[in-house]
């Protein structure tokens, strides 16, 4: 799932933003493949992958108790080992102009950092493909109903 996600926005190497997300920003959006992959909740993972998925599903969406990983924001987690443990995050938002943005991104930088056996890890923004409500597993349904929506 990499060469249909290559459209970051603002996203360092270390995760951190480099730019103020604008609203209303123009996102093109790109056909590819992948899509029928999502939503992954890292179901089958193992080891250190399991336990970065582990601490990603404790990440609430900060407008909903929904999990981020049950809301389908997550896309991807991948596990490098070098000298370090390196985890990275492939992740959207529910639109390019979250107000969340920034807080939502380094909440789930951090987590994923906090998982035992990793030593650093970053987030990788993407916009395709886009999220839809199809990307919300059937235990964020649940929990967005338990909120009040009708999902």
Excluded: K, Q
């Excluded at 179901?43 to 900060?62: F, K, N, Q, Y």
């Excluded at 981020?68 to 924001?73: A, P």
């Excluded at 959207?92 to 930088?109: D, H, K, S, V």
């Amino acid at each position: 799932m990499s060469g249909e996600f290559d459209l970051d926005d603002g996203v360092s190497e270390e995760g951190t933003l480099s730019e103020e997300p604008t609203p209303c920003a123009y996102t093109e959006y790109r056909e590819g493949e992948g899509h029928a992959e999502l939503p992954n909740t890292g179901a089958g993972s193992e080891g250190v992958e399991a336990r970065v998925w582990d601490a990603l599903s404790e990440v609430e969406d900060p407008e909903m108790p929904v999990s981020v990983v049950d809301l389908g924001l997550i896309y991807d987690v991948a596990i490098e080992e070098r000298e370090e443990t390196h985890a990275t995050v492939t992740m959207t938002l529910t639109y390019t102009g979250c107000p969340a943005r920034r807080m939502l991104t380094n909440e789930i930088r951090e987590a994923a950092a906090s998982a035992d056996g990793v030593d650093s890890a970053e987030i990788r923004l993407v916009w395709s493909p886009e999220w839809s409500i199809d990307l919300v597993t059937e235990r964020g349904r649940e929990s967005l109903r338990e909120f009040g929506l009708s999902v």
